[in-house]
């Protein structure tokens, strides 16, 4: 079976201020893909990154940058100097060798101006 | 282009009435997916279509109908809805239908339903 979890439920910060969103997995399939999307009010999921099992580069784009480590099963993302438009409802998910999408709880991030 | 589009955005039905829900993509997949998302909690599977093909049914209740007309459109047939049916309906793509691997699902914006 396989689990993601996202502990944190809120996060408020004020503009500028770095954010981290944790997210743990649990999988026994040796072959697994990450996925993080942000979901903001307007509810459309949008894609944000994927990582490959046997890929634990860490990757930077933009703002964004993420901590992939499979000795501890977490993939974590943060937003460096976060702005009001990085508010959004963020999940974390994980893929196996199918179809199925397991997603986390998601982490709401409210950035205040 | 990555886009998913789905009409209408925003739908008020009767439990009497039957409605359809649209999804559109021009990615050239031939994956396509329903979700069904409450408020605060991530998108639950409902079904998979691969090559115009229902392959996934999440045990969903017979009052939700796909249709797959061809591999750009997604439909989804509403009819004697519940109202704790009420939620985001998002649908999504993907180019490799059930090989596993590394595709990517994409989002569209969802229609936002309510049961009365």
């Known amino acids: 079976a396989q689990k993601v979890t996202q502990a944190q439920t809120e996060i408020s910060v004020v503009e500028k201020e770095d954010v981290t969103l944790d997210c743990v997995y649990e999988?026994?399939?040796?072959?697994?893909?990450l996925f993080w999307y942000k979901q903001p009010p307007s509810g459309e999921l949008v894609f944000l990154i994927r990582r490959n099992s046997f890929d634990e580069q860490n990757e930077i784009s933009g703002r964004y940058s993420w901590n992939f480590q499979k000795s501890t099963s977490s993939f974590n993302f943060t937003i460096t100097a976060s702005q009001v438009v990085d508010s959004a409802v963020y999940f974390c998910a994980l893929r196996g060798p199918d179809y199925k999408l397991s997603f986390g709880a998601g982490t709401t991030v409210t950035v205040r101006a | 282009d990555t886009e998913v589009t789905q009409t209408p955005k925003h739908l008020v039905m009767g439990m009497t009435n039957k409605k359809s829900l649209k999804c559109e993509q021009h990615?050239?997949?031939?994956?396509m997916y329903w979700y069904k998302q409450k408020a605060k909690k991530p998108p639950e599977l409902m079904f998979v279509?691969?090559?115009?093909?229902?392959?996934i049914n999440e045990s969903v209740p017979s009052r939700f109908s796909p249709e797959c007309p061809n591999s750009s459109l997604l439909n989804l047939h509403l009819h004697a809805l519940q109202p704790e049916d009420s939620a985001l309906y998002l649908c999504?793509?993907?180019?490799?239908?059930?090989?596993?691997?590394?595709?990517?699902?994409?989002f569209g914006p969802g229609t936002r339903l309510t049961v009365l």
């Open positions: 279509y691969s090559y115009e093909k229902l392959s």
């Open positions: 999988t026994r399939d040796t072959t697994y893909y």
């Open positions: 999504a793509s993907s180019q490799a239908p059930l090989a596993g691997g590394s595709d990517t699902q994409y």
């Open positions: 990615m050239g997949h031939r994956a």
